[in-house]
């Protein structure tokens, strides 16, 4: 309760200071936190409100002088990540000012579905996503329905093209390398007059990337990472087949780097066998100790 007053304080003064911000509305892997069919402790926990509920990875960047509202990725729990942020925004009406989409995996773009007549019936919702992602949504039901019926409103990013949002907001896509069965794969850079930052839910193992992430977090001020899987081994089927970076290797990179440059990660997308979920876990403690940061539900990011 007293951690829910603060976070709200923050946001309030953040408000008063028409500043723009992030504000991150979940955490979880695509499946979410307990994840469908899952029977071990860690998932049992969460339906025995032993632990709490994890929404799946989102994030959405206000501008409260504008009053302006954008959410990257529509995830499944699409519908309580719009309440959470009309909340956190003391603005009640559904009005989104744009939906970035980073690919066509299940967690990151289905939530779309709430926008179509069945639920909310939208009016020309700002998408915006990558050529690939684009032509898959005008080519495939029950995507394609919402383009029709013009729920939402596609607009093609360009790679490595700031997209203007206002006169202090900018938004980059840039590729990095997926699992992209249906759609390229980007991450995205938030950019302010102030400050910068990245969120990378989703990529291969770093050593695939043409980028330098170590020189990517000494560019920007926060760096919202893959912290997919903790490390080897703690899911029942080759890791291979999913090679998100472990955590343990992304610590073990950025190592070298000073505090300074350590305290600006923060790990999230966490799959429901993570131990990062569990804030009691030793490895969160680690983590920390390390000096690096896992992402909460709710977490502020003044730009």
């Not at 080759?238 to 000073?258: A, C, D, G, N, Q």
Request: with cysteine.
């Amino acid at each position: 309760m007293i951690k829910h007053l603060l976070l709200q304080l923050l946001f309030i003064v953040a408000a008063r200071a028409q500043e723009p911000y992030v504000v991150v509305l979940g955490t979880a892997q695509d499946g979410g936190y307990p994840q469908a069919g899952c029977n071990k402790a860690c998932c049992r926990a969460v339906w025995a409100k032993k632990l709490e509920f994890q929404a799946v990875s989102c994030i959405a960047l206000v501008d409260p002088s504008t009053g302006q509202r954008w959410i990257f990725d529509a995830t499944p729990d699409f519908k309580t990540q719009l309440e959470a942020l009309k909340n956190i925004t003391q603005n009640s009406d559904n009005v989104l000012s744009g939906i970035f989409l980073t690919h066509a995996h299940i967690g990151h773009y289905t939530g779309l579905m709430d926008l179509g007549r069945e639920v909310m019936g939208a009016k020309a919702v700002p998408v915006y996503a990558m050529p690939r992602m684009k032509t898959y949504l005008e080519s495939n039901g029950p995507w394609s329905q919402l383009v029709q019926l013009e729920n939402i409103k596609l607009k093609e990013l360009q790679e490595n093209i700031p997209l203007e949002l206002n006169s202090r907001l900018k938004v980059r896509a840039f590729r990095v390398p997926h699992r992209d069965e249906f759609s390229e794969t980007v991450g995205f850079e938030i950019i302010s007059s102030q400050k910068r930052l990245v969120f990378i839910p989703d990529i291969d193992k770093w050593q695939k990337w043409t980028q330098s992430l170590e020189n990517l977090v000494q560019n920007v001020d926060y760096a919202l990472l893959d912290g997919t899987f903790y490390k080897e081994g703690e899911i029942n089927r080759p890791m291979s087949e999913v090679p998100h970076p472990f955590v343990t290797e992304t610590i073990s990179l950025l190592k070298p780097l000073p505090i300074s440059q350590r305290k600006k990660v923060y790990f999230i997308h966490l799959n429901h066998t993570n131990p990062l979920l569990q804030t009691s876990s030793g490895e969160y403690q680690e983590v920390l100790k390390e000096g690096f940061h896992v992402a909460y539900t709710s977490q502020y990011f003044k730009l």
